[in-house]
């Protein structure tokens, strides 16, 4: 198996805060991971470095142990492979759910690819089967803004799906989701995980259970335990800083 | 789908009915029913219907509420006044051939580098495009690129506007200082004063009000058209998406700008005169309320929007000129307050029978916005 992405000593701080502090982590590629830890740990923080949002103060980020992801910007850190789902959901909440998946559609980007593009029946097919798996084929021509939060959380794991990313982040997504929902979410990437690399967020421990994979904490910026949930969840530290709440 | 829909279909129809029966009721029909002034004046109605297309897309459709709008304009009129300037030729009161009246009166020695090439016709005709889309350009790729958007955004547009202003107004710029470029005499050969060629210059704008309007449309049905609605209500996401946000943003500030020239351009030979007050910011904000006035975002409420207002606005000066800033300001509260949607959104809701509370919730999802984002503030993530 070969390293799909590895963080090496990353530290940010905001104002004097460290919100990632030498933080290093490994996923090998085709590997589902989940990263659990309190409110503030820097999970999401992780993601904008990754994504190209954020710039961390030291450290490196390789892709594919080539290309060194801090030197990217969103758009660059998007076009070689790497999608992300949003805690807050967010869609274009103007526009309809076909379009909002339309626009995610892997494809060119440029300017004048966008202004003479033509939708291709494989495209078109391939608008129908995401809307198919995430059950929005009802609201199709709706608009996204209309959609109830726990169809906006689909509609986004849509339009990650779309973009047929080497790497899926996926930050909380099972939050505004019923419990089958969340169980069919959580089958959802167990069935991505292997042709793709993805990487979950969450705070629901009985949806880290069914995804059934390595799990790593987070706590003050930093990776706490690595393992197994059971072995994680045997760690004192981790039981006293999370779990045991 | 297709390019001519509905409201776009009325619209052309009318201003194709307008554009015949104008010139028809002043040229051909005995009495003249249609004064030559009036020609004049509907044609510069037409060019800030284009000028208010040109601004509803990038502040419509990808949410760059520009407040600079009108110097686009302004350099598209000094273009093709430049022109004029030179086709007057020996016929000016020093009856210099070279020198425009104002040079020789501030005693140039010899035409300027820059008015080269202004005698010419086609020359005219591109730098009509060519200046404002460059300073668009070069304006929009340090603006986009360092990711400067909302109020901030609006305020260097406004001030790129007044500096232009201020330099236009200042002799030693060549431009005939705070006078400007006037005493145009004819344009091709034909006599600028006649009802023709006016008939002419006014068939021509409503012409160009109709492909503005189609090139628009054309932009803003097609992807790209989604990837700029995209930036102007999720600009973060959409660069998540792959997009390069700055590249749109180019993109269409420069063919707003352009055709913003180009309404510049048909403007100045129908009113006979283009000076540094073009430039003034009250002007561009003028326009967008034109926009805000007739609807956002929908293209021909924009066009609609500023015939409507601009023939207010003659009317009203007409009679009471002190009232006027104060009901364009008075006009402007109560569209936003009561007509999110703009008058064509009052027309088109009352057409559908909506109820007016649904269609305020509609509009509220993409009103006007000129709320600070927080992501905006933080200067940290702001890359170069
Ligand atoms: N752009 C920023 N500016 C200032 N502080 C920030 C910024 N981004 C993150 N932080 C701070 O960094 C810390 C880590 O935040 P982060 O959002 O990464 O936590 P998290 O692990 O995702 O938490 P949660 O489980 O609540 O989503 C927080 O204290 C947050 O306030
Ligand atoms: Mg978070």
Redesign the pocket.
């Known amino acids: 198996m070969s390293i799909q992405l590895a963080l090496d000593g990353v530290s940010r701080s905001?104002d004097g805060?460290k919100?990632i502090n030498e933080l290093s982590l490994t996923v090998e590629k085709g590997e589902l991971r989940a990263v659990i830890?309190p409110?503030?740990?820097?999970?999401?923080?992780m993601m904008d470095i990754i994504t190209g949002k954020?710039r961390p103060d030291t450290g490196s980020v390789m892709w594919n142990q080539t290309i060194d992801l801090t030197e990217q910007d969103e758009a660059g850190a998007a076009r070689l492979g790497i999608g992300r789902k949003f805690?807050k959901p967010t869609v274009f909440e103007t526009q309809s759910v076909e379009d909002n998946i339309a626009l995610s559609l892997a494809g060119e980007r440029s300017v004048w690819a966008s202004l003479f593009h033509r939708r291709s029946p494989a495209e078109a097919t391939r608008i129908t089967e995401i809307l198919e798996l995430v059950r929005l084929e009802d609201q199709r021509s709706d608009q996204a803004g209309d959609l109830s939060h726990g169809q906006k959380q689909w509609l986004e794991i849509g339009m990650l799906l779309a973009q047929d990313p080497e790497l899926l982040l996926v930050d909380e997504p099972a939050a505004g989701m019923t419990d089958a929902e969340t169980m069919r979410t959580a089958d959802l990437l167990r069935d991505i995980a292997g042709k793709h690399t993805v990487i979950v967020v969450e705070?629901d421990m009985e949806f880290v259970r069914a995804l059934d994979c390595r799990v790593t904490v987070?706590h003050q910026g930093h990776v706490l335990a690595e393992g197994s949930l059971d072995h994680v969840s045997a760690n004192p530290e981790v039981v006293e800083v999370y779990l045991g709440r | 789908m297709g390019l001519i829909d509905r409201r776009m279909g009325i619209f052309l129809a009318g201003l194709f009915v307008l554009t015949v029966a104008i010139p028809y009721g002043n040229l051909a029909m005995s009495g003249q029913p249609v004064p030559s002034y009036v020609v004049s004046l509907l044609g510069k109605y037409l060019c800030y219907a284009l000028l208010a297309v040109a601004l509803d897309l990038v502040w419509g459709y990808c949410g760059i509420l520009s407040l600079g709008h009108g110097a686009f304009f302004a350099l598209g009129g000094y273009a093709m006044g430049m022109h004029l300037m030179r086709e007057i030729g020996d016929r000016g009161v020093y009856a210099n051939p070279d020198l425009p009246d104002f040079m020789v009166f501030l005693n140039y020695e010899a035409l300027p580098w820059y008015w080269h090439g202004f005698d010419m016709f086609w020359f005219a005709c591109i730098m009509v495009l060519a200046v404002p889309g460059l300073l668009a350009f070069v304006f929009g790729w340090f603006a986009f690129r360092s990711r400067v958007t909302g109020v901030y955004l609006s305020i260097i547009t406004q001030a790129m506007t007044y500096a232009l202003m201020l330099a236009f107004f200042r002799n030693e710029m060549g431009f005939g200082g705070n006078n400007g470029l006037t005493d145009f005499k004819d344009v091709l050969g034909f006599d600028l004063q006649s009802d023709v060629t006016r008939a002419w210059l006014f068939g021509l704008s409503g012409l160009a009000l109709a492909a503005g309007l189609l090139i628009a449309k054309a932009i803003t049905d097609s992807k790209l058209g989604k990837v700029l609605i995209a930036v102007r209500d999720a600009e973060s996401r959409t660069r998540f998406l792959g997009y390069r946000v700055e590249e749109y943003k180019l993109f269409v500030f420069v063919v707003s700008a352009m055709m913003a020239g180009v309404a510049g351009a048909l403007y100045v030979p129908q009113v006979g005169i283009i000076n540094p007050g073009e430039f003034s910011p009250a002007n561009s904000i003028e326009i967008v309320i034109w926009v805000a006035l007739g609807g956002r975002g929908t293209l021909v409420g924009a066009a609609l929007g500023a015939i409507l207002v601009a023939g207010a606005k003659t009317l009203l000066t007409g009679w009471l000129p002190e009232v006027w800033l104060f009901a364009l300001g008075a006009l402007f509260v109560l569209v936003t307050i009561f007509l999110p949607k703009g008058v064509l959104g009052l027309i088109e809701g009352r057409q559908k029978g909506q109820s007016a509370s649904r269609e305020r919730a509609a509009a509220r999802a993409d009103g006007v916005d000129l709320e600070v984002r927080p992501e905006e503030l933080?200067g940290e993530?702001v890359k170069s």
Do not use: I, S
Not at chain 1, 39 to 45: E, I, M, S
């Open positions: 905001f805060f919100a830890g409110n503030g740990a820097g999970k999401t923080t954020t805690q705070h987070l | 933080r993530e």
